[in-house]
């Protein structure tokens, strides 16, 4: 994609403007699927072809990098070209693919420098990508991405390894869960490959010395209330209620459709020795917005933003459940003890389930593989039940009590890499070994018992596939690393939950459609999509306005039952980047960036008609536009309801000067 030209009449100097990259800044590894060396053990994915992983970096895996100089998030001063002008990309290009990991998956990576609004916003190119530290994979894109294509941020210092729960200062830890031995046999079930299990906890423990990357979430057509729904955020009081595409939605377009700002929450102090800390997870309820900080999850009024409670954690969290039980209860998984400059991660090995009306913390577990914890990747929620999965194993607790409900079986080949929640429970399997005799199961599951409902087997040799919706169940997955952009999509799949069978096959190449999933450990992390009405909702690609330099794009639908475009498309207007984010009812919500001189909208789209109707426009003043544009949809978790938008950050970095100002979340509010 070729870049903009600059915008007429520039001036010389400005602020807001994208910067260079930082000098010296890798590139994040993109991530494989490590396979064992023997039975069940992680291999090396091919080294040739589009996309192929390359040497580790100089300094040895899991060398801390740090962050740009001004943090991610923090506005920049413009170049010397003017406001907007794009930069230069690295010389690999955006997100070059890197090595995968040896030690295991660990959790997503903090987003990129966020560059301020300057003239010719949002046309400006991201900033260069840091590396990740070695053991956090990521999508391979095949090629380099075309211009506007984010590069992969750098997980910092203090960046959770893998995905942990939560866990207050002195509090007791509760015995493990065991799992069992495990021995070698053939076929289906939830069920583990011993061997892998084995090898994985001796890769755990080399992890915990070396250190892995961190984490993060997101969307759901269940979570109206929950942490960023299609934009990386966690849950809330709805979930996914009133997003099933069915009757009508909650929100009403009010009188004044002018918001106004209604808090901002300042950024977390960063521990000395170390550059960043993730804050991954937000949740809003009737009663509070709850968000997380520094090793700790704090709640706050929703109108207000006087804090209520305080949830202390022992570690940083590493993932977050972007759904929640019908009592307001969700579960993260976190970090035993504070990274430090020496041991940037202990492993995500807590589980723990919250209460978030009460702030508290209603149990804790681990699961184990012999003496070994496992460390997590990913945890979701259906009905009451909470299902955390990784390569090395996984398990179901009631979210009540923390008894154990099920875990994967022992004894073949095949493992649970991962669960999607909401309205059902759905395990993404992997079979066989690393290529084309890999063979992905996604199965239907039941939440309480682990039996399985449907299963429906893809085609060998697809490597990763993530969870877009589970009633009606859609899986995306990038079918021969064809994608071409890193978005780790180039079909979905629309599956009959109830037989296993396939309804449709959806084309969504990526150089047209802007949506994105990690599939590899965050099994139903996608962004910018909403499912319902029997239709997914999909944005296009930024393409040039109708006036000079704009640029813009649409939101387009796909019949689930045929997998052809229904001819619906909702324009997002000269200037402006639409997003999908939830269903409401049979209508969509979506956001809309806006351009460098006016402040973001949120929008309700007519299932049938595609009439939009504008339910919010936040202010269009300097510092305001700067602390919304710190927020891109990409990366921040975003959540819409009742009138109130909240938007934050899923990482806090150290200022770079005394009046250095950072916000780690900001509300809107039009009532």
């Known amino acids: 994609m070729s870049q903009p030209p600059p915008p007429p009449n520039e001036p010389p100097k400005g602020f807001g403007a994208p910067q260079e990259p930082a000098p010296g800044s890798p590139q994040s590894p993109s991530a494989g699927d490590p396979e064992p060396s023997g039975p069940g053990a992680p291999q090396d994915p091919p080294a040739q072809g589009p996309g192929a992983p390359q040497d580790p970096p100089a300094q040895g895996f899991g060398a801390p990098q740090d962050p740009p100089a001004q943090g991610f998030g923090a506005p920049q001063d413009a170049p010397a070209q003017g406001f907007g002008a794009p930069q230069d990309p690295p010389a690999q290009g955006f997100g070059a693919p890197q090595d995968p990991p040896a030690g295991g998956f660990g959790p997503?990576?903090?987003?990129?420098?966020a560059a301020g609004p300057g003239y010719g916003y949002p046309q400006t190119p991201p900033p260069a990508a840091p590396q990740q530290p070695y053991g956090y994979p990521q999508t391979p894109p095949p090629g380099q991405p075309g211009y506007g294509y984010p590069g992969q941020p750098q997980a910092p210092y203090g960046a959770p390894g893998q995905p942990q729960a939560p866990y207050g200062y002195g509090y007791p830890q509760p015995p493990t869960m065991p799992m069992q031995p495990q021995a070698q046999q053939t076929g289906g079930g939830r069920k583990v490959n011993s061997q892998l299990l084995i090898i994985v906890a001796a890769v755990v423990a080399v992890a915990l010395i070396v250190g892995v990357g961190v984490l993060y979430s997101q969307n759901s057509k269940d979570d109206k209330h929950n942490t960023g729904a299609t934009s990386g955020a966690t849950g809330g009081k709805d979930g996914g209620k009133g997003g099933d595409g069915k009757g009508d939605g909650g929100e009403k377009a009010p009188a004044n459709t002018d918001s106004t700002?209604?808090?901002?929450?300042?950024?977390?102090?960063?521990?000395?020795?170390?550059?960043?800390?993730?804050?991954?997870?937000?949740?809003?309820?009737?009663?509070?917005?709850?968000?997380?900080?520094?090793?700790?999850?704090?709640?706050?009024?929703?109108?207000?933003?006087?804090?209520?409670?305080t949830l202390k954690l022992p570690g940083p969290v590493c993932q977050?459940?972007?759904?929640?039980?019908?009592?307001?209860?969700?579960?993260?998984?976190?970090?035993?003890a504070?990274?430090?400059?020496?041991?940037?991660?202990?492993?995500?090995?807590?589980l723990a389930a919250i209460d978030l009306d009460a702030g508290a913390k209603l149990w804790t577990r681990t699961i184990k593989s012999g003496d070994q914890e496992i460390n997590l990747d990913n945890v979701t929620i259906s009905g009451n039940t909470v299902a955390a999965g990784s390569t090395g194993g996984g398990g179901a607790f009631d979210i009540s009590t923390g008894k154990a409900l099920w875990a994967p079986k022992t004894g073949d080949s095949c493992y649970d890499s991962g669960y999607g929640g909401g309205e059902k429970l759905v395990a993404v399997r992997k079979c066989g070994e690393y290529g084309s005799t890999r063979q992905l199961h996604i199965q239907t599951i039941d939440p309480k018992s682990g039996k399985v409902i449907s299963e429906y087997k893809m085609s060998p040799g697809i490597e990763y596939a993530s969870v877009v919706s589970t009633d009606p169940l859609v899986v995306a997955a990038d079918v021969g690393d064809s994608a071409g952009d890193g978005s780790g999509i180039s079909d979905f799949f629309s599956i009959d939950n109830k037989t296993g069978k396939l309804r449709a096959k959806i084309s969504a190449?990526?150089?047209?459609?802007?949506?994105?999933c990690d599939g590899i450990t965050r099994i139903e992390f996608c962004k910018s999509l909403a499912v319902g009405n029997d239709k997914l909702y999909v944005p296009t690609e930024e393409h040039e306005g109708a006036g000079d330099y704009s640029r813009?794009?649409?939101?387009?639908?796909?019949?689930?039952?045929?997998?052809?475009?229904?001819?619906?498309?909702?324009?997002?207007?000269d200037g402006y980047s639409i997003t999908p984010l939830r269903m409401d009812g049979t209508s969509l919500i979506a956001y809309k960036r806006p351009p460098y001189d006016k402040g973001g909208q949120i929008v309700s789209i007519d299932g049938t008609s595609?009439?939009?109707?504008?339910?919010?426009?936040?202010?269009?003043?300097?510092?305001?536009?700067?602390?919304?544009s710190s927020m891109l949809p990409d990366y921040a978790e975003i959540l819409y309801s009742d009138g109130r938008l909240y938007m934050s950050q899923i990482y806090a970095?150290?200022?770079?000067?005394?009046?250095?100002?950072?916000?780690?979340?900001?509300?809107?509010?039009?009532?």
Not at 280 to 292: I, R
Not at 338 to 350: D, E, I, L, N, R
Not at 610 to 628: C, G, I
């Open 261 to 309: 700002l209604l808090f901002q929450l300042p950024a977390p102090a960063v521990p000395k020795g170390i550059t960043s800390v993730a804050t991954v997870g937000s949740w809003f309820t009737d009663k509070v917005y709850a968000k997380t900080g520094n090793a700790e999850i704090n709640g706050y009024d929703p109108d207000t933003g006087a804090k209520t409670w």
């Open 108 to 113: 997503p990576t903090p987003p990129p420098a």
């Open 552 to 573: 813009t794009n649409e939101i387009v639908a796909f019949d689930l039952a045929t997998g052809k475009q229904t001819g619906q498309r909702a324009d997002a207007g």
């Open 320 to 336: 977050a459940s972007r759904h929640t039980s019908e009592r307001n209860r969700s579960a993260i998984i976190y970090e035993p």
């Open 338 to 350: 504070m990274p430090t400059k020496a041991q940037p991660s202990h492993g995500c090995t807590q």
């Open 610 to 628: 595609f009439k939009e109707t504008k339910l919010m426009e936040n202010p269009a003043t300097q510092s305001t536009r700067d602390a919304e």
């Open 653 to 671: 970095d150290k200022p770079t000067s005394a009046t250095d100002k950072a916000y780690l979340a900001i509300a809107f509010g039009t009532k």
């Open 509 to 516: 190449p990526g150089e047209t459609y802007a949506a994105k």
